[in-house]
C-alpha cells in the first residue's frame, strides 16, 4: 500500500488524515467538556466505553470511506451500543457526530461504527477512536490512533493527542514508512520533523508507562530503572501519547510490561504510535527483542512492548528480560 490512492504523495495523505482526525478530536474536546453519566457505559468486559469513543469511529469511519473506499478497518468499538436508538447514549452520539458530519442520519451513523468488521484482510486500518479512555475520563491524555497496516507492518500511521502541544491545545503527529515523522499544532498548517532523543548515557534514560498498573508492571519497570541505573522518576501518561513522547525526544524508552499472562496487545493500541517512533529514529519491539508482528487484529506473537530512541535499545531489552526472569 503506498499513498498513491491519496493523489500520488504523501503530503496529500497527510494533510487529508490529519483534517479528518482533527475534525474527531474536536468532538472529543467537546463531549470531555460536557461529560456526564449520560455519556458512558460499562463494556462487557468492564471497560468504559464513552460517547466520544464511537462518535469518534462513526466520524473517522465515514471520513475514512469517502477516502480509501476500497480499504476495510478494524475498530475498537461495536455498533451493538447503538441498539436502542432512542436511548439516551445512542441519541447523544447522533448530535455529537452530527457536529462534525451534518449530513448523517442514525443510520447512516450505525453504519459508520459498524464498517469496522475486518482483522484479517493484509491491507486495513486499525482505529483507536479513543486510546487511553480513561485518561480522557480523568481529563487526562488520550489519542484518537490510526494506522494502516499491510502485510503484517504498519505503513502509515497518525495520532492526534488533544492534551499534547504548545499550552495543551492539540498536537498531530503522522508517518508514512521511509519518509519519515512529522508533526504539527493543532488547527495549524505547518509540519515539522519529529526526531527521537540523542542521549547516549544509560544514566539519562527517561521513561514512559502507563498511568494503570493493569496495563504495564509498574514494580517490574522500577526495577529496570533501577538495573539500568536511570535517574529520572518514569513519567505515567495513558494512551499512544507515550510512544508520541518517545519520538519527540521527551523521553528515551516507553515500557509496557506485562502484568498478567495470556494477555494479548492489540493492534490498533500501537500501529500508529510504532511506526511515528520508528520513522522518528527510534525502534520498537516486543520484550523479549522481536519486532511487532501486525498480521492479525492482535500482537499475538509478541508480549509486551519496548519502545525506545534506539540507540540503548539492547540495553534496556536486556535489562527488562534480567527483571522478568528473576521473577519467574
Ligand atoms: P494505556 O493508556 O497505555 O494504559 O493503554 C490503554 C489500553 O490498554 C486500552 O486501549 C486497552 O486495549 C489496553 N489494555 C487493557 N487491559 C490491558 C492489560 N492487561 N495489559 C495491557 N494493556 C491492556
Ligand atoms: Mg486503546
Known amino acids: 500500500m503506498s499513498p498513491a490512492s491519496f493523489g500520488g504523495d504523501f503530503g496529500s495523505m497527510r494533510v487529508a488524515i490529519a483534517e479528518l482526525l482533527e475534525q474527531a478530536a474536536d468532538v472529543a474536546r467537546a463531549v470531555q467538556a460536557e461529560l456526564d453519566d449520560a455519556h458512558r457505559l460499562t463494556k462487557v468486559d468492564a471497560s468504559p466505553v464513552t460517547v466520544a469513543d464511537v462518535s469518534v469511529q462513526a466520524i473517522v469511519c465515514h471520513g475514512l470511506s469517502k ?90 500511521g497518525a495520532l492526534a493527542c488533544p492534551a499534547m502541544g504548545r499550552d495543551g491545545n492539540g498536537l498531530i503527529l503522522v508517518a508514512a514508512h521511509g519518509t519519515g515523522a512529522f508533526e504539527r499544532e493543532a488547527g495549524g498548517t505547518s509540519w515539522h520533523p519529529v526526531q527521537v532523543s540523542a542521549a547516549a548515557d544509560v544514566a539519562d534514560l527517561r ?89 492479525g487484529p492482535t500482537l499475538a506473537r509478541n508480549r509486551g512492548v519496548i519502545a525506545t530512541h534506539g540507540r540503548l535499545h539492547d540495553d534496556v531489552v536486556e535489562a527488562v528480560q534480567a527483571v522478568l526472569d528473576s521473577k519467574t
Not at 476500497?70 to 441498539?83: C, F, M, N, T
Not at 519497570?221 to 501519547?241: F, H, N, T
Not at 509496557?256 to 499472562?261: A, G, M, Q
Open 207 to 295: 521513561l514512559v508507562e502507563s498511568v494503570e498498573r493493569a496495563h504495564s508492571a509498574h514494580g517490574a519497570s522500577a526495577q529496570v530503572r533501577d538495573r539500568l541505573g536511570a535517574v529520572a522518576e518514569p513519567v505515567r501518561m495513558d494512551s499512544q501519547c507515550k510512544y508520541a513522547t518517545v519520538a519527540r525526544g521527551d523521553a528515551e524508552a516507553y515500557l509496557r510490561l506485562p502484568t498478567r499472562p495470556g494477555y494479548v496487545e492489540k493492534a490498533w493500541d500501537h500501529a500508529a504510535g510504532a511506526l511515528i517512533v520508528t520513522e522518528a529514529g527510534g525502534r520498537v519491539t516486543d520484550i523479549h527483542g522481536a519486532g511487532l508482528d501486525f498480521s
Open 67 to 156: 477516502l480509501a473506499p476500497d480499504i476495510p478497518v478494524l475498530a475498537e468499538e461495536d455498533a451493538d451500543v447503538l441498539a436502542d436508538r432512542d436511548g439516551a447514549f445512542a441519541r447523544t452520539v447522533f448530535d455529537q457526530v452530527r457536529r462534525a458530519c451534518p449530513d448523517l442520519d442514525p443510520a447512516a451513523i450505525v453504519a459508520a461504527v459498524a464498517r469496522s468488521n475486518d482483522g484479517e484482510s493484509p491491507v486495513r486500518w486499525v482505529l483507536d477512536p479513543i486510546d487511553g479512555t480513561k485518561g480522557f475520563l480523568r481529563g487526562g491524555h488520550y489519542a484518537i490512533a490510526l494506522g494502516l497496516v499491510a502485510d503484517g507492518h504498519p505503513v502509515f
